[in-house]
């Protein structure tokens, strides 16, 4: 269990993008292997509740993907999902003991609150989590519509949290944390989120038919189903006013209209959700405030004013400025105001408060004015997102197991070893364009009906192309010894994303964050002065290499075949080459990131350690590489060459499904293996013959 | 055991005594060795930065120890070098030191320079007739020019015609029409010396 992870690669900008740090490149990687268990692995090490991120969370790291200078960013949410579905995320037992005596609180019980128990329970601390509501979640439960977040996916969590041995107290408001302290709590972590509807201010804000996004959504969510009557408005442009819009088109209002006082460009809610509460027919009215309002002959009279776009303020949006005399009545049934919301914290609580109602505490230890009270989650930083959440309660957890072992808190310094630089304009003109994969959806018909999940998944083939989509970001090639490098001017000339170049002095750069990770220098340099950086926990060739010698030395399987394929290729993944691994005895698969990063070294020792014959497998027209089959043909002729003054036939050595698909590659290497098996007969003869 | 000795600069840049070839023939032989199963030698394979010259050679005295034979995959210059630094032990040829020349592009290389002692290269707009044209000749083109390749290869570039455009576009042709008079082809007194130190008898000089 850690906090942030980097191994020896660079960390991608998606990394960093992400509230809670997840190797995102490594779960996506290993998805395009098809390694959905891995994955779902590498998603639980780094986030307590994937299957909740995997439904709602607003990906920021596809916001930073650099493959959106290319065509458009992966698609990580959705593989995410994915892997947590395919992976069997919900079958997944935890267990957890105790080790520590004391005693932690939770107050509130929304994604803050329940990652820092899962947090604390794991580092061995006895977990009480307090919940005003009848039911665990928060804003998981009563802010977020069903349509996005199925209460299963809340109910497994908090189920996995109870096995755990996290203690429950629903329906218990804390009205003091004193009292806290003297039932022997040691540490309070407050994450009571913001649940206070803001006020717009107006006259007539106070009639019957208004109601605010809060109080409407936890109704809706509690499936109290408010009747609201034909005509709704909501007010606002935030993810909040667009999940009211969309219950209230569930709730089978006929006309839904969101007033917002800006233009779409500068609606705060997600693109995603703005453009489907479009599709299911709300009706969205810009540059449009109301400024009063008054029930009257059984429905709401609201005056609205238009609005134009101003100065930008000081967030970089720019300020609405009303047009004089530009009011006009419009009548609804329902109103609902949207507009933000605050944390409502208890004077008992005697806690300092700032801005905007919020908690105030120090950003990095998440403590209060109070010893022993820390706080995160919407409480601290007004609404934000469920990964911002679940990213403050990790933290108040490993800050709250510091405070009560009594640790100076460790906090990693994430500066070194970023990768941030943007693609180079003639970079981008080599890489293969690769249309982005969107999982398919409810249609919006289906959607206006009920309050069912609108996303779908992946199936395995497109989460496998869409993940191989990925440009592995950070994992690039580096000069690891600049004194050995003679300046050749070989990786310059090999590379076909023109990366590499001579600076000034006259030294050969590789910028990492143009390289793409095929390898092609590496395996050329004629100094072997180039590596490529290794991502944490992953064998490099050589390794592979030898944990698969060693494994078929200690089966003595003959004839042996070592078979070195791309691992996206299918030769190298999926169900064809577990079959061989496990009924061709003697066939035995090196996984290599790329063909092109094969060297003639691995090759020949394959030979040397008693291999018949080896074979090099690519992923056909898949790879999105350049030039990779060019130069492994060069190498292969190397070998082939040397291996005949040797005395061994070059026919020993194969290539497969490296320019085109292999029609059959089953059969393409039944007939290799064959042909192996008579060469190894030939020679025993020849052996014979001679003595 | 076999010390199977790479060279960091030229050997390395044109590929052909590198780190990487050095250890392509180490990998080669052990291969051979397993599939005649003759274990007699083994060996040891490093990379110096230099085989010409002796500072470096020194660095490797514990290893030439240890060893029975070096195979030097350095020019013929460190080939000799290495056997001239270490007396005692054999030093074999691992590479077929061919010509001096460039890179054209990845894995092609063309012969520029034959060290003649004798440069025309000013003359001849910076193309060596020597090298470049077949007969070497020095007031040519020859009869053989066709389309201007050379009547031996016609992928060849006829180096005179060659000489002639870039002269062309210098506006320098009068050079060609000035007559060279044939090379020394006297037997050049070998081994060549360079000596570029004079003789300086300490204390002849006032500052």
Redesign the interface.
């Known amino acids: 269990m850690k906090e942030v992870s980097c191994g020896h690669s660079l960390i991608p900008p998606c990394q960093v993008a992400c509230p809670l740090h997840m190797e995102i490149s490594e779960y996506v990687d290993l998805v395009a292997q098809g390694k959905v268990l891995e994955a779902l692995q590498v998603i639980r090490d780094g986030n307590p509740f994937p299957s909740i991120c995997a439904y709602v969370c607003t990906h920021p790291c596809e916001d930073a993907c650099r493959r959106g200078q290319v065509d458009k960013p992966i698609a990580i949410r959705a593989l995410k999902r994915f892997a947590v579905e395919f992976g069997g995320d919900r079958m997944i037992q935890l267990e957890a003991e105790t080790k520590q005596s004391e005693k932690v609180a939770v107050v509130g019980s929304g994604p803050a609150g329940l990652a820092c128990a899962y947090y604390l329970r794991k580092l061995g601390y006895r977990v009480t989590i307090f919940e005003a509501y009848s039911e665990l979640g928060g804003m998981l439960r009563v802010g977020i519509p069903q349509y996005r977040l199925p209460r299963e996916v809340v109910d497994t969590e908090v189920q996995r949290l109870i096995n755990m041995g996290v203690e429950i107290k629903v329906n218990t408001r804390v009205i003091s944390l004193d009292l806290l302290f003297d039932m022997d709590y040691q540490a309070v972590f407050i994450t009571i989120g913001a649940h206070q509807s803001l006020r717009m201010g107006i006259e007539g804000e106070e009639s019957p038919g208004v109601i605010d996004g809060a109080t409407f959504l936890r109704e809706v969510n509690l499936g109290l189903k408010p009747s609201l009557g034909e005509r709704v408005a909501v007010v606002g442009g935030g993810n909040v006013a667009m999940d009211a819009a969309r219950a209230a088109v569930r709730l089978a209002a006929n006309k839904v209209s969101i007033l917002y006082r800006r233009s779409r460009a500068e609606m705060p809610a997600s693109p995603d959700e703005i453009e489907q509460a479009l599709e299911e027919g709300v009706e969205a009215m810009f540059l449009v405030a109301p400024t009063k309002m008054k029930r009257e002959n059984g429905c709401l009279s609201v005056t609205c004013e238009r609005m134009e776009l101003g100065e930008p303020d000081a967030g970089g949006r720019r300020r609405p400025v009303p047009i004089e005399g530009s009011e006009f009545d419009m009548e609804f049934d329902t109103l609902v105001t949207a507009i933000g919301q605050a944390p409502q914290v208890s004077e008992n609580f005697r806690l300092r408060i700032g801005r905007g109602s919020t908690i105030q505490v120090d950003p990095v230890t998440l403590t209060t004015n109070r010893p022993g009270v820390f706080a995160g989650g919407d409480a601290v930083t007004g609404p934000a997102t469920v990964t911002q959440a679940l990213a403050s309660g990790r933290q108040a957890a490993f800050r709250i197991d510091d405070y009560l072992r009594h640790r100076y808190p460790l906090v990693n310094k994430e500066s070194e070893g970023i990768l941030s630089d943007e693609l180079l304009p003639k970079t981008v003109e080599m890489i293969r364009k690769i249309e982005r994969f969107e999982p398919p959806h409810l249609s919006p018909e289906a959607r206006m009906k009920e309050f069912k999940a609108v996303e779908l998944i992946y199936n395995w083939e497109s989460a496998v192309n869409e993940a191989r989509r990925c440009l592995r970001c950070g994992m690039g090639a580096e000069i690891m010894f600049q004194d050995k490098c003679a300046t050749c001017l070989t990786c310059i000339r090999a590379c076909p994303y023109h990366v590499p170049y001579l600076a000034d002095g006259g030294a050969v750069q590789i910028p990492p964050a143009q390289c793409q990770a095929c390898g092609i220098c590496v395996a050329e340099c004629p100094a072997e002065a180039i590596v490529l950086r290794k991502p944490h926990d992953r064998r490099h060739i050589d390794e592979e290499l030898e944990h698969a010698l060693k494994s078929a030395a200690e089966l003595k399987s003959k004839p042996l075949i070592v078979g070195f394929c791309c691992q996206y290729g299918i030769f190298g993944t999926g169900a064809l080459a577990s079959l061989w691994r496990e009924s061709k005895a003697g066939i035995w698969i090196v996984p290599v990131l790329c063909v092109a990063n094969l060297e003639e070294g691995h090759i020949l020792r394959a030979f040397e350690m008693g291999a018949e014959g080896v074979f090099i497998a690519g992923c056909g027209e898949q790879c999105s590489r350049e030039n990779t089959a060019f130069w492994v043909l060069q190498r292969v002729e190397k070998v082939r060459r040397a291996l005949s003054q040797i005395g061994l036939e070059p026919g020993r050595l194969q290539t497969f499904n490296l320019l085109a698909p292999e029609g059959d590659a089953a059969r393409a290497l039944d007939d290799f293996t064959e042909r192996i098996g008579g060469l190894c007969l030939a020679s025993v003869i020849r052996g014979e013959v001679k003595s | 055991m076999i010390l199977l000795l790479g060279c960091?600069?030229c050997m390395?840049?044109?590929?052909a005594g590198?780190?990487?070839?050095v250890?392509?023939l180490h990998?080669?032989l052990?291969?051979?060795q397993?599939?005649s199963s003759d274990g007699a030698h083994s060996f040891l394979e490093y990379?110096v930065k230099r085989q010409c010259d002796f500072e470096f050679l020194d660095l490797l005295v514990d290893k030439v120890d240890e060893s029975d034979a070096i195979l030097s995959l350095g020019c013929g210059i460190g080939v000799q070098v290495v056997a001239e630094r270490f007396p005692d032990i054999p030093v074999l040829p691992g590479v077929n030191t061919s010509f001096m020349g460039m890179?054209k592009?990845?894995?092609v290389w063309d012969e520029r320079c034959a060290a003649c002692g004798d440069c025309r290269l000013a003359e001849t707009a910076g193309i060596c007739p020597i090298t470049r044209c077949t007969k070497g000749i020095l007031n040519g083109p020859c009869a053989g020019t066709k389309n201007g390749k050379c009547e031996a290869n016609k992928d060849m570039d006829c180096a005179w015609v060659l000489i002639y455009k870039r002269l062309e576009k210098l506006q320098q042709l009068e050079k060609m029409r000035r007559y060279y008079p044939p090379r020394n082809f006297r037997v050049i007194p070998r081994p060549r010396r360079i000596v570029k130190k004079t003789d300086v008898v300490l204390g002849e000089y006032n500052g």
């Open positions: 960091g600069t390395t840049v044109c590929g590198g780190e990487r070839e250890s392509f990998s080669a052990r291969v051979a397993a599939r990379t890179a592009e990845w894995g």
